[in-house]
C-alpha cells in the first residue's frame, strides 16, 4: 500500500467491487472485532453496494463510497442491538498490517496489544488514514465529523499507543518502511497522513 487513496476508476463500477473485499474486511473487523461479524457485514455492504450502485458518481472513489457504506451499516445494526461485539478471536490487525523483521523494535503483538486498548473512534480514524490510506477529508467525510476532528482523533490516537508502548513522541511503533506500519505511527499536518509536514 502506498499510503494514497485508489484513483477513482471508471466503468461498470460493479466489475471493481472483488478489489475492495480485502480492505472492506480488514475495516469491519476492526469494527466489529469479531471476524465473522465482519465478513457478514461486508457482505452486506457489497449487497447494498450492488443493489445501489446507480447512486454511485462515476470517476469518484468507489473505495471511500464503500467505506461509508460499511460504516453506516455497521452503525445502523449497533443501534439495533445496543451492544458491542467482543473479538475473541484477536485476528484482525494481522490483515492490516506487516509483521516487523526479527529485529524489530517492538514485538508485534505488542503492537496489537496496544493498539486494541484504544478507544474505537481512535481505532477507526487509525484505519482510515493510516492502514486505508484515506485522506483526512475522506476520513471526515465518512464519518461525518468536521476535518480538525479527524486530525485530533488520529494525533491523539498515535499519542496513545506511544504512552502504551513507552515510546517517546515522533518515535514510530514499529521499525522497517512499511507503508501502512508508518503511517500509523507517524503524525503529520497535512492533507494526508504519512507525509512529511511543511
Not at 472485532?33 to 457485514?41: F, P, Q, S, Y
Not at 455492504?45 to 461509508?68: S, Y
Not at 481512535?122 to 483526512?136: K, N, Q
Request: hydrophobic residues 40%; glycine residues 8%.
Amino acid at each position: 500500500m502506498t499510503g494514497k487513496s485508489p484513483t477513482p476508476q471508471t466503468g461498470d463500477p460493479r466489475d471493481e467491487l472483488v478489489e475492495h473485499l480485502a480492505p472492506l474486511r480488514a475495516f469491519a473487523i476492526s469494527l466489529t472485532r469479531n471476524t465473522a461479524a465482519a465478513d457478514d457485514l461486508v457482505q452486506d455492504t457489497i449487497v447494498k453496494a450492488w443493489t445501489n450502485i446507480d447512486k454511485f458518481q462515476a470517476g469518484t472513489n468507489l473505495r471511500a463510497w464503500l467505506f461509508t457504506i460499511l460504516r453506516n451499516t455497521f452503525f445502523s445494526h449497533k443501534r439495533k442491538h445496543r451492544r458491542e461485539v467482543q473479538d475473541p478471536d484477536g485476528v484482525y490487525a494481522g490483515m492490516l498490517f506487516e509483521r516487523p523483521a526479527h529485529d524489530g523494535k517492538l514485538a508485534f503483538n505488542d503492537f496489537l496489544t496496544a493498539f486494541d486498548q484504544l478507544p474505537p473512534i481512535h481505532r477507526e480514524v487509525l484505519i482510515l488514514v493510516g492502514a486505508s490510506g484515506f485522506s483526512y477529508e475522506e476520513a471526515a467525510e465518512m464519518t461525518g465529523v468536521a476535518v480538525g476532528t479527524v486530525k485530533s482523533r488520529a494525533n491523539r490516537a498515535r499519542a496513545g499507543l506511544c504512552d502504551l508502548l513507552g515510546l517517546k513522541a515522533g518515535e514510530t511503533p514499529l521499525s522497517g518502511d512499511n507503508d501502512m506500519t508508518l503511517a500509523i505511527g507517524s503524525k503529520s499536518s497535512t492533507g494526508r497522513p504519512g507525509e512529511a509536514a511543511a
